[in-house]
Nanobody, 121 residues
Framework: QVQLVESGGGLVQAGGSLKLSCAAS??????MGWFRQAPGKEREFVATIDWTGSTTLYADSVKGRFTMSRDNPQNTVYLVMNSVRPDDTSVYYC????????????????WGQGTQVTVSS
């Protein structure tokens, strides 16, 4: 069993930055992913990272602006969001799975409760 708790969301102005964290407990050797879901829209893949943190994949919409990393001794993954835009406004979820490079939410086994990110224009 894995428990995931996101934090770091909030209100930020367009062009600003925000850092999300996801703390994991229980079994912690997982592929980790970030997803987001805006009101009225489907859940969207954002980024994923492998066990060692050496390989990351990003959605085209965030590539070059967002950076995902992990600190395994701290059982935490991060999402640094730079140059945020109003269309980044969503609830952001972290997820844990076992498939490297997974970009489909159905390929993840555990989910956090989400953290709201709101970008003002």
């Amino acid at each position: 069993q894995v428990q995931l708790v996101e934090s770091g969301g909030g209100l930020v102005q367009a062009g600003g930055s925000l850092k999300l964290s996801c703390a994991a407990s229980g079994r912690t050797i997982w592929i980790m992913g970030w997803f987001r879901q805006a009101p009225g829209k489907e859940r969207e893949f954002v980024a994923t990272i492998d066990w060692t943190g050496s390989t990351t994949l990003y959605a085209d919409s965030v590539k070059g602006r967002f950076t995902m990393s992990r600190d395994n001794p701290q059982n935490t993954v991060y999402l640094v969001m730079n140059s945020v835009r109003p269309d980044d406004t969503s609830v952001y979820y972290c997820a844990a799975g076992s498939l490297i490079g997974a970009q489909n939410g159905n390929e993840y086994d555990y989910w956090g409760q989400g953290t709201q990110v709101t970008v003002s224009s």
